[in-house]
């Protein structure tokens, strides 16, 4: 069938009717081109969307045969184009279905991808959230550790929680046995927290709720409107307590805190709670410890200065009472002496003998007061220490005892150190060592060594050995009590010479021993503190 041929004007407006869709199809299509040519690497499916585009282009390709068949009879041409768009409209049309269960998958994977990416928002928050509380509780630990006082504790750890929390008040409370002490309030307390906190201290079982909590050494939190089963009555606003432990594992106290109506406890708030509760039992008990440890502190400085006041009043004593016990001493003696020089020619053998008595023993007595008196000294006296040169102070030992020395006495001093000691007390501990060693000599040359080596926990051991009589084992220990002897009348002596020794080593802090083989020789050991390091 021939179409009847067209006025040109009428042309040239289907021209234009026909043409405006098919510039459309055409750029739809080319954008689309220009699209899945720019995403070719991420876009899925573009061989999809390459069709389709084809499919809009032969669309438009048959809106512009409909124009030039009007003009000229192209039927053929015509007839291609819609034979190509029918073919390109079922292969695009037989293309989709399947790809129907991929682009459900995809739109699937994309509201997980969402829902993922939530999720890890919320995390994201939860770990602020987390690592402000773990700040709060680092900042908490370094503000209690220059708490003082238990007081000192509750302030500070509820000046930080309060506001952290939101909380509208909190309180510590401190347990004395079935009694609790709300010791440090928060904020503005209402009802019945109100009447409590005005209370010195109350039974915990008057308040089921903290009764259960630290009894049970558990946590309790309420929201608005709950109660614990077996109370009636309900909080107004929300509600938590944490339980304070020792050391032990047993409850000391609690930490609650009340919140505004409306405002639940999260999980990370009654973590916070929890863990700062920890950090504050750990605080109370130091600042107990403290306060232990400084209540002794001035216990033993009180018992220290009596000890000194006793000491200075023995001393005092001591002194007065040797002067007293030796002027009726002295007093016999001087008589004694005045008898033997003018009447001694008039006694008969036992007057002369009972005379000698008198005043040996009134010499004996006059000594045996003034050992008692430096023993009773060396023990209450605090020594002057200072650095003392020990070879020197023995060397001025032997020079007091040269007539003791003459004949087959061989003295040895072996590496002797300066020490940290009293050398008025050295010089005595000495002497008597090396007297006892000239006193109880064999008939043999007698040889005294006397030499020091490196002792432990920086002190110097001295040795003063000799090749003398010797000393029977069970008698290791006594010789060194007061008035021990064990030659009561072959050597003379007090009996107190190795205890004022043994008094004079103890009181620097050191030890005296004897390792001795009887008939063969004898060691005295002792140690004494070294020098500080700076001397």
């Known amino acids: 069938m021939l179409y009847p041929a067209l006025e040109p004007s009428l042309y040239s407006k289907l021209s234009k009717l026909w043409g405006q869709p098919s510039a459309s199809y055409t750029v739809i299509a080319g954008i689309l081109g220009w699209i899945v040519y720019r995403n070719r690497q991420a876009l899925p499916f573009d061989w999809v969307v390459l069709a389709f585009g084809l499919f809009i282009v032969a669309c438009g390709l048959t809106h512009v045969m409909h124009v030039i068949t009007r003009v000229t009879p192209l039927y053929w041409l015509d007839g291609y184009v819609r034979g190509l768009t029918a073919v390109v409209s079922l292969a695009t049309a037989a293309a989709l279905p399947p790809l129907v269960p991929r682009v459900t998958a995809l739109l699937s994977a994309e509201r997980t991808l969402v829902e993922q990416q939530q999720d890890l928002e919320r995390v994201n928050v939860a770990l602020q959230e987390a690592a402000e509380r773990s700040d709060l509780l680092a900042a908490l630990g370094d503000a209690l550790q220059g708490a003082q006082t238990d007081t000192d504790v509750q302030l500070t750890a509820l000046d930080r929680l309060g506001p952290a929390l939101g909380a509208t008040s909190m309180l510590v409370a401190l347990l004395d046995g079935q009694q609790a002490r709300p010791t440090v309030v928060w904020g503005v307390p209402t009802g019945r927290p109100a009447e409590l906190v005005a209370q010195d201290g109350f039974d915990v079982q008057q308040v089921p709720v903290l009764a259960r909590s630290l009894q049970a050494g558990s946590a309790t939190y309420l929201n608005e409107g709950q109660h614990l089963p077996g109370v009636a009555s309900s909080l107004s606003g929300a509600y938590g307590l944490e339980p304070i432990f020792n050391a032990a594992g047993q409850v000391t106290g609690g930490v609650a805190a009340w919140r505004p109506a409306g405002q639940a406890w999260r999980a990370g708030e009654q973590d916070l709670l929890r863990r700062a509760a920890a950090t504050v039992g750990l605080a109370l008990e130091r600042t107990q410890a403290l306060s232990e440890l400084a209540r002794q502190h001035e216990a033993l400085s009180e018992a220290n200065r009596n000890l000194e006041r006793s000491n200075a009043d023995l001393d005092r004593f001591a002194s007065i009472a040797s002067h007293d016990l030796k002027a009726p001493i002295r007093a016999v ?19 002369l003998t009972y005379l000698t008595q008198i005043r040996t023993n009134g010499y004996h007595m006059e000594r045996l007061v003034d050992d008692l008196l430096l023993y009773s ?39 002797l150190p300066a020490v940290q000691g009293d050398a008025a007390q050295l010089d005595r501990l000495f002497q008597n060592l090396l007297s006892n060693a000239l006193k109880y000599r064999k008939p043999d040359p007698l040889q005294i060594i006397v030499r020091a080596q490196a002792g432990p926990d920086h002190t110097w051991q001295f040795d003063v050995q000799d090749n003398g009589q010797g000393i029977e084992p069970e008698y290791h220990q006594r010789i060194f009590q007061l008035f021990a002897r064990l030659h009561h009348r072959e050597v003379d002596g007090t009996g107190l010479g190795l205890a ?10 050191g030890d005296l021993w004897v390792e001795s083989t009887p008939g063969q020789c004898s060691t005295f050991s002792f140690t004494l503190p070294r020098l500080p390091q700076h001397a």
């Open 333 to 351: 003696t001087s008589f004694a002496e005045l008898l033997s020089a003018r009447y001694a020619p008039h006694l008969e053998g036992r007057g």
């Open 377 to 415: 000294r060396a023990a209450v006296t605090s020594p002057a220490f200072a650095a003392v040169d020990t070879a020197t102070t023995v060397q001025n030992v032997l020079t007091r005892l040269k007539p003791d020395l003459e004949g087959d006495v061989t003295v040895t001093l072996l590496n």
């Open 500 to 509: 004022i020794c043994r008094r004079i080593v103890q009181h620097h802090g």
